[in-house]
């Protein structure tokens, strides 16, 4: 998906509208992803280097999606794939543009750029810049909630030679939004079962606390040097420092609501406040030759890359006598209908410093971890350029060092993996190409692993995949498409396993989850004027080799839809008028994990046979239907201008629905927006 198709298609956040693209949902503004029936775990990648998972709309060029365990090529991934995001880069000539967007839940967007070169003299320039900042405000369906994003990047490249380019990229984010999780669930609280579906009818009731804050503040720097020595090789160098805050101050929510007693039965019984820091350091460096051999075409290609990631972080909560003074709050029964009443806002800043309202800080966790690895890759053309041989591999060393200060707990963890990436192509005729892969991947141990010694020993996590499919062009060009069939899994998930002995249920990372299906990709060019996109996936995702938890197994994964269908379609009617129509279908998803919340062991068997029906919940099918238009025209009065304006109408049929794979979320009812955009 590119810049320009978010513009046609008023797309204002990276979020659930990126399943335009096959295989794709559950995203969320934190840069959260389903991949192939994957939940969580994806690589965001931020111009090739592994970022921290926020994704600034406004200064984005392009998102492509790295599909299966072939991601390993970047890093560490999960076998679902990797996301990466290009952001805009500076222009070889100058251009300015400014563009203003209002609509429906208070929605307002104000979005200047500007690039170019750097002129000294009368030399041909070799400097470019580029800079983009945003702001961006919005309500949603659910009363006081809100987002507020701010944001800025700048870019410079420099050309010194055709080649050499040396590039630096700084950014800053600011997301601001309310601290909830969403609709609550149906729950009974007498049977402490889940009944099924989502508390539709409390949707519009001002269930949370307005004046709680999530806030995510984010800057990053990048450095890119790209060098070709010589006809045969060529090499690049990156590095990126990034560092991320995020605070969750909360006084209420919960996610079950028992509709015979108008209650929330999870409510929060005292203020939570939470901060952690998070610090990102990574470094790669490719080296890459291209020669022929024995007439064959070769490329070699080496990568060396280095990753550090570190999270210092803390928490408290409201103090007795502070919650005394609001007898609502220390309830976990939470009346929806006087909800909005029970506690007043407790200044943010007063919670980290320390006050008499809460208890003294805890200091969770600082975890560092660290992956260095190595990867070779060999490509070979061979029969006259018909078929093209891949082989490749990774060596990574992961080390951790968990800490708990507040505890005193301390745990130090090492790990070595090596994945194996095998593909073979053959051209079928001149544009259209056969392959077959087989990739490896992994997940190493995360920055959120536990430092407690009597824990569980986390396993990384390990990919191995199968992909064949058919990409090509045909049509003389006005038809491209790639299709895949896959079969992956994903080994050393965490289980539900039982003590023989006791009875009690203790984790161990022995699980499996597979998941296999087809998907197509195709872009048709019908005339000149008029283009249509389509993707479909089908996809079958479940957990195998749960263990003695025999009620997970063979349960769909969380947000995995096994159909989802989108098509866009843009019709060019004038050389200033476009028409766009779009719509996204995504059938029924699994809410929950296949291992959430287990039943209680048999006594007998020591077999886990039930839940509390939590596996059960899934989030409802949706189809939501986007139509727009955009007409632009120039003007010549001291300066030439070029202006736009799109209007862009979404979810037409008014539908009330919950975010495919994002399982509490509640999507926008039928909006109407408009966006100017004046252009120099």
């Known amino acids: ?68 365990p072939a991601a390993a090529i970047y890093g560490a991934t999960a076998p679902g794939g990797a996301v990466m995001v290009s952001t805009k880069k500076p222009t070889m000539i100058p251009r300015q543009e400014l563009r203003v967007s209002s609509g429906s839940y208070s929605l307002n967007q104000v979005v200047a750029s500007s690039s170019g070169p750097l002129r000294f003299g009368q030399s041909k320039p070799k400097l470019f810049y580029r800079f983009d900042t945003q702001y961006y405000h919005r309500l949603f369906e659910v009363p006081g909630l809100s987002s507020l994003t701010r944001s800025a990047n700048a870019a410079l490249t420099y050309r010194p030679g055709s080649n050499t380019s040396i590039s630096f990229n700084a950014g800053y984010l600011l997301k601001n939004n309310n601290s909830f999780g969403g609709l609550p669930y149906n729950y009974d609280n007498t049977t402490k079962r889940y009944t099924g579906g989502y508390a539709f009818d409390i949707v519009h009731k001002n269930i949370l606390n307005p004046n709680d804050k999530k806030p995510r503040w984010n800057a990053v720097f990048e450095g890119n040097v790209e060098h070709r020595f010589n006809s045969v090789f060529s090499g690049r160098f990156a590095a990126s420092a990034s560092h991320r805050t995020l605070v969750n101050y909360q006084s209420y929510g919960g996610s079950r609501y028992d509709s015979r007693l108008r209650r929330i039965t999870d409510g929060r019984t005292s203020i939570s406040f939470a901060k952690d820091d998070f610090d990102y350091r990574n470094a790669a460096f490719d080296l890459t030759a291209v020669y022929p051999l024995a007439g064959t075409k070769q490329r070699t290609l080496m990568t060396i890359d280095y990753s550090n990631q570190n999270r210092r972080g803390f928490s408290t909560t409201s103090n007795a006598a502070f919650n ?90 090492e790990d070595l993996n090596g994945s194996i990436l095998l593909g073979i192509t053959y051209r079928v005729t001149q544009n259209v190409s056969w392959y077959v892969s087989r990739n490896e991947s992994f997940t190493p141990l995360s920055i959120t692993t536990s430092a407690n010694p009597a824990a569980a020993i986390p396993q990384t996590t390990r990919g191995e995949g199968y992909e064949t499919g058919v990409k090509g062009e045909m049509l003389d060009g006005r038809l491209g498409f790639t299709t895949a069939i896959f079969d992956t899994k994903r080994k050393n998930e965490q289980v539900n396993e039982v003590d023989e002995a006791t009875g009690v249920l203790f984790t161990k990372y022995t699980g499996t989850t597979k998941t296999r299906g087809f998907e197509i990709d195709a872009n048709y060019r019908l005339t000149n004027g008029l283009q249509v996109l389509v993707s479909y996936t089908r996809n079958d995702a479940f957990a195998i080799d749960q263990g003695r938890d025999i009620d997970a197994n063979n349960r769909r994964t969380k947000g995995s839809m096994r159909n989802s269908l989108t098509s866009a379609v843009r019709y060019q009617v004038l050389p200033a008028l476009s028409l766009t129509l779009s719509v996204r279908y995504a059938s029924k998803s699994q809410a929950f994990n296949a291992t959430d919340n287990p039943g209680t062991p048999d006594p007998v068997t020591k077999l886990i046979t039930t839940n509390d029906g939590a596996r059960d919940v ?56 408009a966006t100017y955009s004046l252009s120099h």
Not at 38 to 58: C, K, P, Q, V, Y
Not at 327 to 342: E, N, Q
Not at 631 to 650: D, M, N, P
């Open 324 to 413: 005394a003074l609001y007898p609502g709050l220390t309830t976990a029964l939470k009346d929806v209908d006087t909800l909005a009443s029970i506690v007043p806002y407790v200044p943010v800043t007063i919670a980290a410093k320390g006050s008499p309202f809460f208890n003294p800080l805890i200091y969770a966790r600082e975890n560092n971890v660290t992956a260095s690895g190595v990867f070779v890759r060999q490509e070979a053309t061979i029969l006259k350029d018909k078929i093209i041989l891949v082989g490749g591999y990774r060596h990574d060393y992961i080390r951790a060092d968990l800490r708990e200060p507040t505890n005193g707990r301390q745990r130090k963890l």
């Open 1 to 68: 998906m590119t810049s320009e198709f978010f513009k046609d298609f008023s797309i204002f956040e990276a979020t659930e509208e990126l399943s335009y693209m096959s295989s794709v949902s559950g995203v969320d503004d934190g840069g959260n992803f389903n991949i192939r029936g994957f939940n969580g775990g994806a690589t965001n990648l931020r111009n090739g280097l592994a970022s921290n998972g926020l994704i600034d709309a406004s200064t984005l060029d392009r998102v492509e999606i790295v599909k299966g």
């Open 618 to 673: 899934t989030v409802p099918a949706a189809t939501i239907w986007t139509m727009g238009g955009s007409y632009s025209w120039k003007t010549q009065r001291f300066v030439r201008l070029g202006h736009s304006l799109t209007i862009t109408a979404k979810n037409l049929t008014d539908r009330l629905y919950i975010v495919p794979g994002n399982n509490r979320t509640v999507g926008d009812r039928l909006g109407v927006y």
